[in-house]
């Protein structure tokens, strides 16, 4: 009998035993009260190889992300941001409904926006009948655009001239470490260009939960404030924490076995006469859409789940398939010969 193959997200990934030891084992205490030294060392830890003054624990990405915006921004100003961002389109409107931003939409097809895009879209114009443009939110790897790990060159030319512009920068790096492994450099060479970023330690890099946001200390010390009006200030996250660390210390390089197994899948997938979508610096994703003549969305992901593969359409007629470190390079076989199978039956 096969395992179940997940290629919904690397979201789906689950501990290690070696990480679950370290989970039994964690040293913990109330985070609130700052004395947390599991939560502590991790928190120093991101600080430090991001290049920044500090850091903070939270739930999730868009909670990180969220904490940026409100620690950063004030209601009534003016963001930008790709339209086909995740803080734009999946977010569940935070941005606006809590952050209080009007966000500005920019053209992010090659996964970052040009940096000659910044000037023309900037608020910051004395208008009265503007909100004035103070954050440009990044985005790197490029989830909806295909996982496009955006290059350390042009990922700062269009950082530089949005600071240079006066504004906040902030990436959502949710897996920004793809994209250091990507191109074989150390995640400050992203994280300098920036005032403020927030990653993941439960996608590729395979924690069970959790993202750091990190900054500077003034700017971490209000992300903290609305951290806890926000719930999520957490007592003994020196479990969740201790996870973190070990994941990122242990599970950095390995991410490059992913983009190799979402390459083959998607070498394999082309073979079949699967009509893949042409991913430039692809990383760990692979995406294709379904013709008019093939199965509904609803019926590929049963019928594939029927042989023993989740699957994700990440929108209508459009399937994203995600390698992580539960997937092996077996798996990828079968995968392929599974869509292959479906969409032609």
């Not at 830890?45 to 915006?69: D, V, W």
């Not at 961002?85 to 977010?91: D, G, K, L, Y």
């Not at 060159?153 to 240079?164: I, V, Y």
């Not at 995640?187 to 750091?212: H, I």
Request: proline fraction near 3%; charged fraction near 25%; charge should be negative.
């Amino acid at each position: 009998m096969h395992k179940i193959m997940d290629f919904r997200s690397d979201t789906v990934t689950r501990p290690s035993d070696e990480m679950r030891e370290v989970i039994a084992h964690a040293e913990v205490g109330d985070d609130i009260y700052g004395d947390d030294p599991s939560s502590n060392a991790l928190c120093e830890y991101a600080a430090e190889i991001t290049g920044k003054e500090a850091a903070i624990f939270a739930c999730s990405g868009t909670m990180g992300n969220l904490l940026a915006f409100v620690a950063a921004g004030h209601h009534g100003e003016s963001i930008l941001a790709g339209k086909r961002s995740h803080v734009w389109c999946s977010e569940v409107g935070g941005l606006s409904a809590i952050a209080g931003l009007c966000p500005y939409p920019l053209d992010d097809g090659s996964g970052i926006p040009a940096p000659e895009e910044l000037a023309p879209a900037n608020r910051a114009d004395g208008d009265i009948h503007h909100a004035e443009t103070t954050m440009l939110a990044l985005e790197n790897t490029h989830n909806y655009t295909g996982g496009i790990a955006v290059s350390p060159e042009r990922f700062a030319r269009t950082a530089r001239e949005g600071r240079r512009l006066g504004f906040h920068v902030h990436l959502d790096g949710a897996r920004i470490f793809n994209a250091a492994v990507k191109y074989g450099v150390e995640v400050s060479e992203y994280t300098k260009e920036v005032d403020s970023v927030q990653f993941c330690l439960s996608k590729g890099l395979g924690a069970p939960l959790g993202s750091m946001l990190c900054g500077t200390r003034d700017f971490i010390e209000k992300a903290k404030k609305w951290r806890k009006r926000l719930g999520g200030a957490q007592r003994q996250v020196g479990i969740a924490a201790a996870a973190g660390l070990y994941a990122l210390k242990n599970n950095v390089a390995r991410l490059a076995e992913d983009h190799e197994n979402a390459r083959l899948l998607a070498e394999l997938l082309r073979k079949a006469g699967i009509a893949v979508e042409d991913t430039p610096d692809m990383t760990n994703m692979v995406f294709f859409p379904l013709g008019e003549g093939d199965v509904s969305d609803a019926e590929f992901e049963k019928r594939c789940f029927d042989k023993g593969m989740l699957v994700h359409m990440v929108s209508p007629r459009r399937a994203r398939f995600v390698t992580h470190m539960d997937v092996d390079r077996e798996d990828v076989e079968r995968a392929a010969a599974i869509v292959a199978e479906v969409i032609r039956a």
